[in-house]
Nanobody, 126 residues
Framework: EVQLVESGGGLVQAGGSLRLSCAAS????????IGWFRQAPGKEREGVSC????????YYVDSVKGRFTISRDNAKNTVYLQMNNLTPEDTAFYYC???????????????????WGQGTQVIVSS
């Protein structure tokens, strides 16, 4: 059974940090890029960051560049999203998703992603 399980969300004050984790199982993790997406109340889901299967390529949406860092540990089948200097605008449910090799990663188009997690909530207070 394919599973992507996010963890690490919570309530944090503006300027604080959180590290999200995405633990994968049930598929060949090394063959998949992993993306992080978020959806705030009343807004459309947006791509935040993604990392290629090898970890050699990373992408970020402009609003998080310089604040968020994505990484992966293929030995642990886990991807991390380190989020620093958080603002209330970062409040959302955060989801990780897996895209197979050959996917167009830079566009964050959902159609490339085969598997999705259930999400973890991040709330940033002002």
């Amino acid at each position: 059974e394919v599973q992507l399980v996010e963890s690490g969300g919570g309530l944090v004050q503006a300027g604080g940090s959180l590290r999200l984790s995405c633990a994968a199982s049930g598929f060949t993790f090394d063959d998949y890029a992993i993306g992080w997406f978020r959806q705030a109340p009343g807004k459309e889901r947006e791509g935040v960051s993604c990392i290629s299967s090898s970890g050699g390529r990373t992408y970020y949406v402009d609003s998080v560049k310089g604040r968020f860092t994505i990484s992966r540990d293929n030995a642990k089948n886990t991807v991390y999203l380190q989020m620093n200097n958080l603002t209330p605008e970062d409040t959302a449910f955060y989801y990780c998703a897996a895209a197979p090799r050959g996917a167009e990663l830079g566009t964050f188009a959902s159609l490339w992603y085969d598997y999705w997690g259930q999400g973890t909530q991040v709330i940033v207070s002002s």
